[in-house]
């Protein structure tokens, strides 16, 4: 910056020679008393260490000597003013730099400082430069602060001291200085001023962090270059790449000041490894625990393995948050599945182990088990080639013995399988554009509080998130959208799942899911989904359903609450019970469902919104309350809305008990379910026992085991049509499906009852 080049300005006084008119005994404003034809002041047109230059003779206490010409002072720019003096004859005296503030309204600026610093002359014939600088802003080295009141200065020099002294002055320099300090003064610390290199060969590590001390506040500049930084380095100032960095994968870059997806795309030069190294510095400690990608889509060519970015972090329980942007994928063969089809033994003694399994070297973690006997969503967990044997997510109920068994490796844009642990980690505004290419989120091992909100992922290939472990404890799923890759296809033949659970305590809420195979897999216990809207509906006539909510776990202690339930059904197992017959564990209970809409469009009649399926004998349910919801069959009559699926095995109805079904609502259903039911029972003529039929009401076709009450509507007469006063007692269970129960009354009787009946004992 110099505004004599930039701005053609000229700062260079007058010389002597071209006339002393032009300089002032005063201030230097117009009209004050000049040196022309002055008795103190001659040219000297040929002094030997000058040329042609001023005489003066000291006549005052102060001699004033000043330029009457305009030199323009700007805010921000620094002038030195410069002057060759030496004595000549007669007393000694000193001399200083001066200058007179003027404003744009040609009137003095007063109170600053007018001059600076005396230089004392002590010896004839020696020259001494005196100089000072002056500018707007206190810094150091600036003699006169003037701040941004002047417009202009005139700008000279005073004798002081003695009178009678006799001196030289050669002609004046004025210069912009303002580059001296641009170090100080410019917002930006330069890493090659620091011994930076950007050879792609050189450390420059010492460089960037010698920069950042030294910025301050400022900006670092990175030019172009390509910069190694050999180790992990942490940057507390901000930082503007024009070049790019190499680093070693273990090597972490912590922008304190910047830290975003756009920076580390520019200090790398590659999305792909800009998210890697992002996601390495947000798990590490800190200043910041949100890695915002700005607005910005990250297109992957393959998976983001997470652990192998982040190799020295097994574990991670801090909060921490990626937010605000877009992970696309595009289509490579990195993404195509891995299929390995292995032979291995089961022991339900070690329910989750398979032994002596063939080919083990060649079955990733995170592969999906197959075959006979495994459950839905069964992963492998961890690999021990050395002992041939393999964790599992989750026991098979199939029984001991050795069989084949096909494993399947998704690939997941985001891969979290590698770590041990990860708690609190978020998801926040992230859209998944996974092109039916590629799966979305694989969990981690173990963690706690994962979670996603306000997220759209879009035509998952395979899963949208999995769980392998019990990296889904307390998982929240908030806000969502869900659109499956399988929109065409129809319900029979879709394969994708959702999402899958396998610890406790989920919360889904205001999400909505469309057209997966199976929109979730629920292990554990504790789960609360509320306001959500999950279809799996398609476009055939009398078509089948599935299963949209999967429940593994029998006494599930979970709500579901205000949800959209639309054309899929809830299906209730003990899938993963490596003996699936009942002991002395808790069987089917602990479920409630309220205020739900439940819909079914163009269905075969059989299909049914709650379907209990225990894959062995003994069960029962233990607590099921399903109240306040609406059920609504279109284009067709549905027959009931609950079954139990006796695939494997039946329940065991001599045992339900505390269920209710109430206050719902029934559109196009053929059966009604309501447990307990009033049922009324006319008889037209006296009969000593009368038979009451609940059968069409009771849920799961269960039995009729207890009567509540049994209050006549109007009189009960016999067959004279006199009162009978007595009551009839009650038989339950009776009929070959034991779902009729009997009234038999002291006396043949006819008239009207109101009796009410359950299938349970209601404590």
């Not at 003096?85 to 009137?107: D, E, L, T």
């Not at 291995?344 to 995170?366: D, E, F, H, K, M």
């Not at 909505?512 to 504790?526: A, E, K, P, S, W």
């Not at 209990?612 to 309350?625: D, E, N, V």
Request: net charge negative; charged share 15%; glycine share 10%.
């Amino acid at each position: 910056m110099n505004i004599a080049i930039t701005d053609g300005v000229n700062l260079t006084p007058s010389a002597f020679e071209l006339g002393l008119n032009q300089w002032s005994s005063e201030n230097g404003t117009a009209g004050s008393a000049t040196y022309a034809g002055a008795s103190n002041a001659a040219l000297v047109p040929a002094d030997a260490d000058f040329g042609s230059c001023l005489q003066m003779t000291k006549t005052q206490s102060t001699q004033k000597l000043r330029w009457m010409g305009n030199t323009p002072i700007i805010p921000g720019v620094y002038l030195r003013i410069t002057a060759k003096v030496k004595a000549v004859s007669g007393n000694f005296c000193s001399v200083r730099i001066a200058g007179y503030p003027m404003n744009a309204s040609n009137a003095h600026v007063g109170g600053l400082t007018e001059e600076a610093a005396s230089v004392a002359l002590t010896t004839y014939g020696k020259v001494v430069t005196v100089q000072a600088i002056v500018g707007s802003g206190a810094r150091e080295g600036v003699d006169l602060v003037w701040g941004a009141m002047p417009s202009y200065g005139h700008f000279g020099l005073d004798l002081t001291g003695q009178t009678g002294g006799v001196v030289r002055i050669e002609d004046f320099v004025i210069e912009d200085v303002t580059e001296a300090f641009l170090r100080t003064m410019m917002d930006v610390v330069d890493v090659r001023d620091f011994g930076a290199k950007g050879d792609g060969t050189t450390d420059d590590r010492a460089a960037f962090l010698a920069a950042d001390v030294a910025a301050d506040g400022r900006t670092i500049t990175v030019p172009a270059g390509s910069y190694r930084i050999a180790s992990s380095m942490s940057v507390d100032s901000p930082i503007r790449f024009t070049g790019t960095l190499i680093m070693p994968t273990a090597a972490r870059l912590v922008l304190q000041k910047n830290f975003d997806f756009p920076t580390y795309a520019q200090a790398f030069g590659d999305e792909e490894l800009a998210l890697k190294k992002g996601l390495q510095a947000l798990l590490s400690y800190t200043d910041n625990n949100v890695f915002d990608l700005r607005g910005r889509r990250v297109d992957l060519t393959a998976p983001i393995d997470v652990k192998a970015a982040v190799p020295d972090t097994a574990s991670w329980s801090n909060r921490r948050v990626l937010a605000n942007g877009q992970i696309s994928v595009s289509d490579t063969a990195a993404w195509n599945d891995t299929k390995v089809t292995s032979t291995a033994t089961y022991s339900t003694a070690q329910s989750t182990i398979l032994s002596n399994v063939s080919n083990i070297a060649n079955i990733p973690v995170g592969a999906r088990v197959s075959g006979t006997g495994v459950g839905r969503e069964v992963y492998v967990q961890a690999v021990d080639v050395g002992a041939a044997k393999l964790t599992l997510s989750q026991p098979l109920f199939g029984g001991s013995g050795t069989r084949s068994y096909t494993f399947t490796r998704y690939k997941y844009a985001l891969d979290f399988s590698g770590m041990d642990l990860l708690a609190r980690f978020t998801l926040s505004n992230i859209e998944f554009l996974l092109g039916g290419y590629a799966s979305g989120i694989l969990l981690p091992r173990e963690g706690d509080t994962f979670g996603l909100r306000d997220c759209w992922m879009v035509k998952p290939k395979d899963r949208g998130i999995t769980s392998i472990g019990r990296g889904c404890q307390n998982l929240y799923i908030d806000r969502c959208d869900f659109l499956s890759n399988e929109m065409d296809v129809n319900v029979g033949d879709r394969t994708s799942v959702c999402f899958n659970v396998n610890a406790n305590d989920t919360k889904i809420r205001d999400s909505r899911f469309v057209r997966f195979g199976t929109t979730m897999v629920l292990d554990g216990t504790g789960h609360v989904l509320v306001g959500n809207h999950w279809f799996q509906g398609d476009g055939q006539v009398n078509g089948p359903r599935v299963a949209g909510l999967v429940f593994t776990t029998p006494n599930v202690q979970s709500t579901i609450t205000g949800n959209y339930i639309d054309n899929n059904f809830i299906e209730w197992t003990n899938e993963y019970a490596p003996d699936p017959n009942l002991g002395v564990q808790y069987s089917f209970g602990g479920l409630t469902m309220t205020g739900n809409t439940c819909i079914m469009d163009d269905v075969a009649a059989w299909v049914t919104w709650i379907s209990i399926k225990p894959y062995g004998s003994g069960h029962y349910i233990q607590g099921l309350t399903v109240s306040n919801n609406v059920f609504k069959a279109l284009n067709g009559n549905i027959d009931r809305i609950e079954k139990v699926d006796t695939s494997f095995a039946d329940l065991d109805y001599s045992r339900m008990r505390n269920i209710v079904f109430e206050n719902n609502i029934f559109n196009a259903i053929t059966y009604m379910t309501v447990n307990p039911v009033m049922v009324q029972a006319s008889q037209a003529s006296a009969q000593t026992v009368w038979s009451v039929d609940a059968s069409d009401y009771l849920p799961f076709g269960a039995w009729a085991r207890n009567v509540e009450s049994v209050v006549s509507v109007g009189a009960i007469t016999n067959a004279a049509g006199s009162r009978v006063n007595a009551m009839p007692y009650v038989l339950t269970e009776q009929g070959a499906g034991k779902d009729l129960i009997t009234l038999t009354w002291p006396e043949a009787a006819k008239g009207k009852v109101n009796v009410r009946i359950r299938i349970d004992n209601p404590n």
